[in-house]
Protein backbone atom coordinates (compact mmCIF):
# COMPACT_ATOMS: atom_id res chain seq x y z
CA UNK A 1 0.00 0.00 0.00
CA UNK A 2 2.98 2.74 0.97
CA UNK A 3 5.63 3.45 -1.13
CA UNK A 4 9.27 2.39 0.62
CA UNK A 5 11.06 4.70 -1.80
CA UNK A 6 13.02 7.43 0.93
CA UNK A 7 11.81 10.92 0.67
CA UNK A 8 14.11 14.31 0.19
CA UNK A 9 14.73 15.85 3.77
CA UNK A 10 11.01 18.29 4.48
CA UNK A 11 13.36 21.25 3.53
CA UNK A 12 13.76 20.15 0.31
CA UNK A 13 10.58 19.43 -1.09
CA UNK A 14 8.69 22.78 -2.27
CA UNK A 15 4.82 23.07 -1.39
CA UNK A 16 2.74 21.55 -3.66
CA UNK A 17 -0.26 23.60 -5.38
CA UNK A 18 -3.11 21.40 -3.13
CA UNK A 19 -1.85 22.33 -0.37
CA UNK A 20 -2.13 25.87 -1.04
CA UNK A 21 -5.79 25.38 -2.48
CA UNK A 22 -6.70 23.35 0.80
CA UNK A 23 -5.61 26.16 3.38
CA UNK A 24 -7.77 28.81 1.19
CA UNK A 25 -10.53 26.46 1.41
CA UNK A 26 -10.10 25.56 5.34
CA UNK A 27 -10.41 29.77 5.49
CA UNK A 28 -14.28 29.64 3.94
CA UNK A 29 -15.22 26.88 6.03
CA UNK A 30 -14.60 28.95 9.12
CA UNK A 31 -16.50 31.80 8.42
CA UNK A 32 -19.10 29.28 7.00
CA UNK A 33 -19.00 27.78 10.28
CA UNK A 34 -19.56 31.27 12.26
CA UNK A 35 -22.02 32.44 9.61
CA UNK A 36 -23.87 28.79 10.60
CA UNK A 37 -23.70 30.17 14.13
CA UNK A 38 -24.97 33.36 13.46
CA UNK A 39 -28.02 32.05 11.31
CA UNK A 40 -29.22 29.55 13.56
CA UNK A 41 -26.66 26.73 14.05
CA UNK A 42 -26.55 25.80 17.98
CA UNK A 43 -22.65 27.44 19.32
CA UNK A 44 -20.90 30.06 20.62
CA UNK A 45 -20.40 33.26 18.52
CA UNK A 46 -20.15 36.78 18.79
CA UNK A 47 -23.62 37.72 17.55
CA UNK A 48 -26.59 35.47 16.81
CA UNK A 49 -29.09 36.91 14.15
CA UNK A 50 -32.87 36.91 15.51
CA UNK A 51 -34.95 32.91 15.35
CA UNK A 52 -34.73 30.07 16.84
CA UNK A 53 -32.34 27.30 16.20
CA UNK A 54 -32.11 25.68 12.74
CA UNK A 55 -31.13 21.86 13.04
CA UNK A 56 -30.07 21.42 9.56
CA UNK A 57 -27.59 24.20 10.09
CA UNK A 58 -27.04 22.76 13.47
CA UNK A 59 -25.80 19.26 12.15
CA UNK A 60 -24.05 21.28 9.54
CA UNK A 61 -21.72 22.92 11.99
CA UNK A 62 -21.35 19.82 14.13
CA UNK A 63 -20.17 18.08 11.13
CA UNK A 64 -17.92 20.92 10.16
CA UNK A 65 -16.76 21.35 13.98
CA UNK A 66 -15.14 17.17 13.38
CA UNK A 67 -12.94 17.73 11.23
CA UNK A 68 -12.21 21.39 9.87
CA UNK A 69 -9.86 22.63 13.09
CA UNK A 70 -8.31 19.82 12.89
CA UNK A 71 -7.39 19.34 9.38
CA UNK A 72 -5.80 22.84 10.24
CA UNK A 73 -3.70 21.33 12.80
CA UNK A 74 -2.84 18.64 10.47
CA UNK A 75 -1.29 21.11 7.79
CA UNK A 76 0.18 23.20 10.29
CA UNK A 77 2.38 19.85 11.68
CA UNK A 78 2.98 19.20 8.27
CA UNK A 79 4.51 22.57 6.88
CA UNK A 80 6.67 22.97 10.12
CA UNK A 81 9.33 20.51 10.05
CA UNK A 82 10.39 21.96 6.42
CA UNK A 83 10.18 25.31 8.41
CA UNK A 84 12.05 24.55 11.26
CA UNK A 85 15.14 22.17 9.10
CA UNK A 86 15.72 25.49 6.96
CA UNK A 87 15.65 28.13 10.14
CA UNK A 88 16.95 26.22 12.90
CA UNK A 89 15.49 26.02 16.03
CA UNK A 90 15.76 29.46 17.26
CA UNK A 91 14.77 31.32 14.21
CA UNK A 92 12.25 29.13 13.72
CA UNK A 93 10.64 29.78 17.57
CA UNK A 94 11.36 33.60 16.86
CA UNK A 95 9.46 32.87 13.74
CA UNK A 96 6.68 31.77 15.66
CA UNK A 97 6.17 34.01 18.05
CA UNK A 98 6.26 37.00 15.62
CA UNK A 99 3.65 34.79 13.63
CA UNK A 100 1.41 33.04 16.05
CA UNK A 101 1.83 35.41 19.23
CA UNK A 102 1.64 38.87 17.67
CA UNK A 103 -1.83 38.34 15.64
CA UNK A 104 -3.47 36.98 18.93
CA UNK A 105 -1.80 40.24 20.80
CA UNK A 106 -3.80 42.51 18.12
CA UNK A 107 -6.62 40.50 17.86
CA UNK A 108 -7.41 40.40 22.12
CA UNK A 109 -6.50 43.40 22.75
CA UNK A 110 -8.32 45.58 19.81
CA UNK A 111 -10.13 43.37 17.11
CA UNK A 112 -11.74 41.64 19.85
CA UNK A 113 -12.92 44.15 21.78
CA UNK A 114 -14.08 45.53 18.08
CA UNK A 115 -16.02 42.76 17.78
CA UNK A 116 -18.11 42.65 20.63
CA UNK A 117 -18.90 46.29 20.05
CA UNK A 118 -19.81 45.44 16.84
CA UNK A 119 -22.04 42.44 17.85
CA UNK A 120 -23.60 44.83 21.12
CA UNK A 121 -23.83 48.36 20.78
CA UNK A 122 -26.04 50.73 19.10
CA UNK A 123 -24.68 51.85 15.49
CA UNK A 124 -23.89 55.40 16.80
CA UNK A 125 -22.11 54.19 19.42
CA UNK A 126 -19.86 50.82 18.24
CA UNK A 127 -16.74 53.25 17.80
CA UNK A 128 -16.73 54.86 21.35
CA UNK A 129 -18.05 50.90 22.73
CA UNK A 130 -15.24 50.03 21.32
CA UNK A 131 -12.26 52.21 22.50
CA UNK A 132 -14.09 51.87 26.11
CA UNK A 133 -13.65 48.28 25.82
CA UNK A 134 -9.57 48.32 24.20
CA UNK A 135 -9.08 51.19 27.30
CA UNK A 136 -10.34 48.86 29.99
CA UNK A 137 -7.37 46.35 28.58
CA UNK A 138 -9.91 43.39 28.57
CA UNK A 139 -8.20 40.75 26.52
CA UNK A 140 -10.84 38.68 23.79
CA UNK A 141 -9.24 35.30 22.42
CA UNK A 142 -11.68 34.87 20.22
CA UNK A 143 -10.95 32.52 16.80
CA UNK A 144 -7.36 33.56 18.16
CA UNK A 145 -7.24 30.40 20.07
CA UNK A 146 -6.25 28.56 17.38
CA UNK A 147 -2.48 30.18 15.89
CA UNK A 148 -2.52 30.55 20.42
CA UNK A 149 -2.50 26.38 20.69
CA UNK A 150 -0.50 26.28 17.55
CA UNK A 151 2.50 28.41 19.31
CA UNK A 152 2.23 26.60 22.25
CA UNK A 153 2.32 23.08 19.97
CA UNK A 154 5.27 24.93 17.84
CA UNK A 155 7.19 25.24 21.06
CA UNK A 156 7.76 21.23 21.56
CA UNK A 157 8.55 21.17 18.11
CA UNK A 158 12.27 21.65 18.24
CA UNK A 159 12.59 18.43 20.68
CA UNK A 160 9.28 16.24 19.16
CA UNK A 161 10.68 12.66 19.00
CA UNK A 162 11.52 11.81 15.50
CA UNK A 163 13.53 14.41 13.69
CA UNK A 164 16.37 13.30 11.72
CA UNK A 165 14.89 9.86 11.64
CA UNK A 166 14.87 7.46 8.44
CA UNK A 167 11.89 7.85 6.18
CA UNK A 168 8.87 5.89 7.13
CA UNK A 169 6.18 4.43 4.74
CA UNK A 170 2.62 5.82 4.97
CA UNK A 171 0.77 3.70 7.47
CA UNK A 172 -2.54 1.34 6.21
CA UNK A 173 -5.74 2.11 6.71
CA UNK A 174 -6.40 0.05 9.94
CA UNK A 175 -3.46 2.39 11.39
CA UNK A 176 -5.34 5.24 10.66
CA UNK A 177 -8.32 3.82 11.91
CA UNK A 178 -7.28 2.54 14.95
CA UNK A 179 -5.64 5.88 15.70
CA UNK A 180 -9.51 7.10 15.56
CA UNK A 181 -10.88 5.39 17.81
CA UNK A 182 -8.40 5.75 20.13
CA UNK A 183 -8.87 9.55 19.84
CA UNK A 184 -12.44 9.51 20.38
CA UNK A 185 -11.61 7.41 23.76
CA UNK A 186 -9.05 10.28 24.57
CA UNK A 187 -11.94 12.83 24.05
CA UNK A 188 -14.15 10.98 25.90
CA UNK A 189 -11.94 11.09 28.85
CA UNK A 190 -11.07 14.39 28.67
CA UNK A 191 -14.55 15.58 28.14
CA UNK A 192 -14.81 14.21 31.73
CA UNK A 193 -12.76 16.76 33.35
CA UNK A 194 -13.36 19.81 30.62
CA UNK A 195 -16.90 18.89 29.05
CA UNK A 196 -17.58 19.99 25.41
CA UNK A 197 -18.18 23.91 25.40
CA UNK A 198 -16.34 24.78 28.53
CA UNK A 199 -13.81 27.72 28.13
CA UNK A 200 -10.56 27.15 30.01
CA UNK A 201 -8.66 30.57 29.14
CA UNK A 202 -10.35 31.02 25.46
CA UNK A 203 -9.48 27.16 24.98
CA UNK A 204 -12.52 24.72 24.47
CA UNK A 205 -9.88 21.83 25.58
CA UNK A 206 -12.74 19.61 25.28
CA UNK A 207 -11.96 19.17 21.50
CA UNK A 208 -8.31 19.41 22.03
CA UNK A 209 -7.81 15.59 21.85
CA UNK A 210 -8.37 15.53 18.20
CA UNK A 211 -6.11 19.10 18.01
CA UNK A 212 -3.06 16.84 19.49
CA UNK A 213 -3.50 14.12 17.45
CA UNK A 214 -3.50 15.86 14.16
CA UNK A 215 -0.92 17.97 14.83
CA UNK A 216 1.34 14.88 15.44
CA UNK A 217 0.21 13.12 12.50
CA UNK A 218 0.92 16.53 10.25
CA UNK A 219 4.52 16.27 11.77
CA UNK A 220 4.91 12.75 11.02
CA UNK A 221 3.47 13.02 7.55
CA UNK A 222 5.72 16.64 6.58
CA UNK A 223 9.10 14.64 8.03
CA UNK A 224 8.06 11.87 5.79
CA UNK A 225 6.54 12.76 3.08
CA UNK A 226 3.05 10.92 3.31
CA UNK A 227 0.62 13.65 2.42
CA UNK A 228 2.28 14.13 -1.27
CA UNK A 229 1.90 10.11 -2.06
CA UNK A 230 -1.00 8.88 -0.58
CA UNK A 231 -2.30 6.34 -2.62
CA UNK A 232 -5.64 6.92 -3.95
CA UNK A 233 -6.53 4.21 -3.18
CA UNK A 234 -6.00 3.76 0.51
CA UNK A 235 -9.01 6.78 0.72
CA UNK A 236 -11.68 5.54 -0.05
CA UNK A 237 -11.99 3.60 2.79
CA UNK A 238 -11.29 6.17 5.23
CA UNK A 239 -14.04 8.05 3.39
CA UNK A 240 -16.15 5.20 3.34
CA UNK A 241 -15.77 4.82 6.96
CA UNK A 242 -16.27 9.00 7.41
CA UNK A 243 -20.04 8.72 5.51
CA UNK A 244 -20.95 5.57 6.91
CA UNK A 245 -20.27 7.25 10.72
CA UNK A 246 -22.51 10.57 9.78
CA UNK A 247 -26.03 9.49 10.69
CA UNK A 248 -24.96 7.37 14.16
CA UNK A 249 -24.79 10.93 16.13
CA UNK A 250 -28.34 12.31 15.19
CA UNK A 251 -30.13 8.78 15.46
CA UNK A 252 -28.40 8.44 19.26
CA UNK A 253 -29.47 11.94 19.64
CA UNK A 254 -33.05 11.92 18.52
CA UNK A 255 -33.63 8.51 20.42
CA UNK A 256 -33.45 10.73 23.83
CA UNK A 257 -35.69 13.29 24.79
CA UNK A 258 -32.83 15.07 26.42
CA UNK A 259 -29.74 13.98 25.38
CA UNK A 260 -26.45 15.09 27.30
CA UNK A 261 -23.07 14.87 24.82
CA UNK A 262 -20.89 16.93 26.99
CA UNK A 263 -19.60 15.04 29.89
CA UNK A 264 -20.54 11.68 31.14
CA UNK A 265 -21.15 7.92 30.05
CA UNK A 266 -24.19 8.33 28.14
CA UNK A 267 -24.84 6.87 25.00
CA UNK A 268 -24.41 10.21 23.30
CA UNK A 269 -21.58 11.07 24.87
CA UNK A 270 -19.46 8.34 24.23
CA UNK A 271 -21.39 8.33 20.73
CA UNK A 272 -20.04 12.38 20.13
CA UNK A 273 -16.50 11.17 21.22
CA UNK A 274 -15.99 8.74 18.83
CA UNK A 275 -18.24 10.34 16.23
CA UNK A 276 -16.17 13.12 15.60
CA UNK A 277 -12.54 11.48 15.06
CA UNK A 278 -14.43 8.93 12.44
CA UNK A 279 -16.20 11.72 10.50
CA UNK A 280 -12.88 13.44 10.64
CA UNK A 281 -10.88 10.46 9.21
CA UNK A 282 -13.62 10.67 6.49
CA UNK A 283 -13.83 14.46 5.70
CA UNK A 284 -10.12 15.11 5.67
CA UNK A 285 -9.26 11.88 3.42
CA UNK A 286 -11.94 13.37 0.82
CA UNK A 287 -10.54 17.03 0.59
CA UNK A 288 -7.40 15.78 0.21
CA UNK A 289 -8.16 13.68 -2.37
CA UNK A 290 -10.80 16.77 -3.68
CA UNK A 291 -7.54 19.04 -3.62
CA UNK A 292 -5.17 16.51 -5.10
CA UNK A 293 -7.00 15.13 -8.05
CA UNK A 294 -7.26 18.83 -9.13
CA UNK A 295 -3.45 19.48 -9.67
CA UNK A 296 -2.13 22.78 -10.77
CA UNK A 297 -5.10 24.11 -11.98
CA UNK A 298 -5.91 28.48 -10.98
CA UNK A 299 -2.16 27.58 -9.40
CA UNK A 300 -1.86 31.34 -9.43
CA UNK A 301 -5.07 32.02 -8.19
CA UNK A 302 -4.56 29.49 -5.11
CA UNK A 303 -0.99 30.35 -4.41
CA UNK A 304 -2.61 34.12 -3.69
CA UNK A 305 -5.42 33.03 -1.72
CA UNK A 306 -3.34 30.91 0.44
CA UNK A 307 -0.74 33.54 1.17
CA UNK A 308 -3.66 36.18 2.22
CA UNK A 309 -5.48 33.15 3.97
CA UNK A 310 -4.04 33.80 7.29
CA UNK A 311 -5.12 37.38 7.02
CA UNK A 312 -8.48 36.77 6.22
CA UNK A 313 -8.80 34.07 9.55
CA UNK A 314 -7.69 37.32 11.80
CA UNK A 315 -10.07 39.42 10.36
CA UNK A 316 -12.88 37.48 9.46
CA UNK A 317 -14.34 37.88 13.02
CA UNK A 318 -15.22 41.65 13.06
CA UNK A 319 -16.08 41.24 9.57
CA UNK A 320 -18.71 38.52 9.76
CA UNK A 321 -20.35 40.58 12.68
CA UNK A 322 -20.23 43.84 10.89
CA UNK A 323 -21.97 42.04 7.74
CA UNK A 324 -24.23 39.70 9.56
CA UNK A 325 -25.92 42.35 12.38
CA UNK A 326 -27.08 44.58 9.10
CA UNK A 327 -28.52 41.69 7.07
CA UNK A 328 -29.95 41.14 10.28
CA UNK A 329 -31.20 44.99 11.00
CA UNK A 330 -32.84 45.46 7.47
CA UNK A 331 -34.86 42.45 7.89
CA UNK A 332 -32.93 39.51 5.24
CA UNK A 333 -34.41 36.32 5.60
CA UNK A 334 -32.27 33.49 7.26
CA UNK A 335 -32.18 31.72 3.84
CA UNK A 336 -30.34 34.61 1.88
CA UNK A 337 -28.41 35.65 5.19
CA UNK A 338 -26.18 33.08 5.16
CA UNK A 339 -24.88 32.76 1.82
CA UNK A 340 -25.12 37.01 1.33
CA UNK A 341 -22.71 37.06 5.12
CA UNK A 342 -20.27 34.39 3.67
CA UNK A 343 -19.75 35.59 0.62
CA UNK A 344 -19.46 38.87 1.89
CA UNK A 345 -17.13 38.20 4.70
CA UNK A 346 -15.08 36.01 2.30
CA UNK A 347 -14.38 38.53 -0.56
CA UNK A 348 -14.07 41.35 2.42
CA UNK A 349 -11.74 39.71 4.73
CA UNK A 350 -9.47 38.60 1.34
CA UNK A 351 -9.35 41.51 -0.03
CA UNK A 352 -8.74 43.66 3.14
CA UNK A 353 -5.86 41.02 3.97
CA UNK A 354 -4.16 41.68 0.28
CA UNK A 355 -4.26 45.36 1.14
CA UNK A 356 -2.64 45.22 4.30
CA UNK A 357 -0.04 43.20 3.06
CA UNK A 358 1.19 45.13 0.75
CA UNK A 359 3.05 46.55 3.50
CA UNK A 360 6.28 44.78 3.85
CA UNK A 361 5.70 44.94 7.93
CA UNK A 362 2.12 43.58 7.48
CA UNK A 363 3.47 40.74 5.15
CA UNK A 364 6.59 39.80 7.69
CA UNK A 365 3.88 38.63 10.15
CA UNK A 366 0.74 37.76 8.47
Known sequence: MASTLANPPAAS???????DRLRAA?????????AAITHGASGSWFFKAAGATNLPLTFLAAVNQAFFMGLFFLISGALAPASLDRKGATAFLTDRLLRLGVPVLVFGVFLGPLTVALA???PEAILGDAGRRILR??????????PAALLVFSIA????????????????FACWLGLALATGLAALLLRQVVPVGATVAGFQLGYFASYVVLFAVGVAAGRNGWLD???FQSLWPAMAMGLAALPIL??????SDAPRFETGFSPAAIAYAF?????????IAALILWSQRRGDRLADFWSWAAANSYGAFILHAPILVAVSRTLDAVGTPHGAALPLSVVGTTLAAFGLAALLRGSALVRRVV
Open 120 to 122: SAP
Open 13 to 19: RPRAVWI
Open 157 to 172: LPVWPGRGSAARPVPP
Open 137 to 146: GGFILGPLWF
Open 250 to 255: PAVLLS
Open 275 to 283: WEPLVALGA
Open 26 to 34: LILLVILHH
Open 229 to 231: RLP
